[in-house]
C-alpha cells in the first residue's frame, strides 16, 4: 500500500487549504484512515481520523475548523482546513491503520508541508 499526500502549500492566516491522500493498492477492508502532523522540533500529533464505518475523531485543536473526509471509494481521505493559524505549519501525514483491537500493518505516506503565515 502507498499513500500519497498532495494539496499542502503556503498560506495567509485565516486562510484555507484542503489536503486529500490517496491510497494504492489494497487496504484492509475495516481501517482507519486520518491524518498527523509534525511541526519543527515537535512529536508527530494526531489532526483527525475515519473509520470504515464513517466514525471521526478530532484533536482538539482541529473540532471547528478542520474537517476530514473519505471519497465514495473508501481509499481516499481529504482534510479541509479553514481558518488557518501560523502554529498550523507543519508536515502533514496520510495514515491508514488497523482499527484498534485489530493487527495490521500501519501505512504511512511521505508527508506534504504546511506554512501558514502571519
Known amino acids: 500500500v502507498q499513500l500519497v499526500e498532495s494539496g499542502g502549500g503556503l498560506v495567509q492566516a485565516g486562510g484555507s487549504l484542503r489536503l486529500s491522500c490517496a491510497a494504492s493498492?489494497?487496504?484492509?477492508?475495516?481501517?482507519?484512515m486520518g491524518w498527523y502532523r509534525q511541526a519543527p522540533g515537535k512529536q508527530r500529533e494526531l489532526v483527525a481520523t475515519?473509520?470504515?464505518?464513517?466514525?471521526?475523531n478530532y484533536a482538539d485543536f482541529s473540532k471547528g475548523r478542520f474537517t476530514i473526509s473519505r471519497g465514495n471509494a473508501k481509499n481516499t481521505v481529504d482534510l479541509q482546513m479553514n481558518s488557518l493559524k501560523p502554529e498550523d505549519t507543519a508536515v502533514y501525514y496520510c495514515?491508514?491503520?488497523?482499527?484498534?483491537?485489530?493487527?495490521?500493518?500501519?501505512?504511512w505516506g511521505k508527508g506534504t508541508l504546511v506554512t501558514v503565515s502571519s
Open positions: 495514515n491508514v491503520r488497523p482499527p484498534v483491537g485489530l493487527s495490521g500493518i500501519n501505512y
Open positions: 493498492g489494497s487496504i484492509p477492508r475495516r481501517n482507519v
Open positions: 475515519i473509520t470504515d464505518g464513517d466514525s471521526i
